[in-house]
């Protein structure tokens, strides 16, 4: 009998075990695979959201990230050089939500902004018209700054960060998202629902996402995670990679980013290169 129930307890083990690793995919290093080519971006087409089971995991992941964050040695990592910083929240987020972020590039030695507009509901009226009143707003932001500015935004508001570089231009120096989903459908996402809640209307029409697919003349960074339980990480991959995009894997959870170490040393590098010798992001030897 005890035999019996032993291979009982083994069976539904493994049946569990089988169970999670269809949910949540394997991680992928950084140090192994810091980017992925066009090529590799065709072949994984974003093919639906993440699993729900992966979404209900998200608060707890994110709070054991929050954790690791305040146990996290950041003495290695590059100083900054005291240039603007915008940081972007994501839907239905205000500054609480990344004032972690923008802390932390304070502590590095850039003088840090978040965006300055409250809770964000996403582009109201017109997109376009919306977009270059935020891209006028950033711009009064930084004026006391002879610098260009990074613009970092997560989740959704890295598409604003990539817009609002289109309309400024050269007074940008470069742009960092955080698993922002710019390519794809809004089906391949588990926050349509929470748009639609905050908004009123769909989250982004078939137009707008075509323009969102293409990078801003900056040099343009997409920080991703395959276990992101809210948007499918193949809609975080620029499939434009050129000398002045990239794609950077990190594991984590998607409410968990703006605080995650592995996002934040990946942000702290980003932020230190120097302006017109932009390098992409090297892999760390395993």
Not at 204 to 225: H, N, Q, W, Y
Request: aromatic share 6%; hydrophobic share 40%; net charge neutral.
């Amino acid at each position: 009998m005890p035999r019996t129930a032993s291979a009982a307890a083994s069976a539904r083990s493994a049946s569990l075990s089988r169970t999670v690793a269809r949910d949540i995919p394997p991680p992928r290093p950084i140090a192994r695979r810091p980017d992925l080519a066009p090529a590799d971006a065709a072949v994984h087409a974003p093919m639906g959201a993440p699993a729900w089971s992966l979404f209900g995991m998200e608060p707890i992941r994110a709070a054991l990230e929050y954790a690791r964050m305040h146990m996290m040695d950041t003495t290695a990592l590059p100083p900054g050089d005291g240039h603007p910083v915008v940081v972007f929240p994501g839907l239905a987020a205000d500054r609480r939500s990344i004032a972690p972020l923008v802390s932390f590039c304070d502590r590095l030695g850039y003088t840090a902004y978040d965006w300055g507009r409250g809770i964000n509901t996403g582009p109201q009226g017109d997109v376009d018209a919306w977009i270059d009143d935020l891209a006028r707003h950033v711009d009064r932001l930084v004026s006391a700054h002879s610098e260009r500015v990074s613009l970092v935004g997560w989740s959704l508001g890295g598409l604003y960060a990539r817009e609002v570089a289109k309309v400024l231009g050269r007074r940008v120096r470069q742009v960092v998202t955080i698993g922002t989903p710019f390519t794809g459908t809004v089906e391949q996402n588990n926050a349509s629902w929470l748009y639609r809640l905050v908004n009123g209307r769909a989250l982004l029409d078939e137009k707008l996402m075509a323009r969102l697919g293409t990078a801003p003349d900056v040099p343009t960074t997409s920080i991703f995670s395959r276990s992101d339980g809210v948007v499918a990480w193949q809609a975080c991959i620029q499939d434009d990679v050129g000398a002045n995009t990239e794609n950077i894997e990190v594991e984590g959870s998607h409410f968990g980013l703006g605080w995650n170490p592995e996002v934040l040393a990946v942000l702290a590098g980003r932020l230190s290169q120097v302006p017109g010798r932009w390098q992409r992001h090297a892999a760390r030897e395993a």
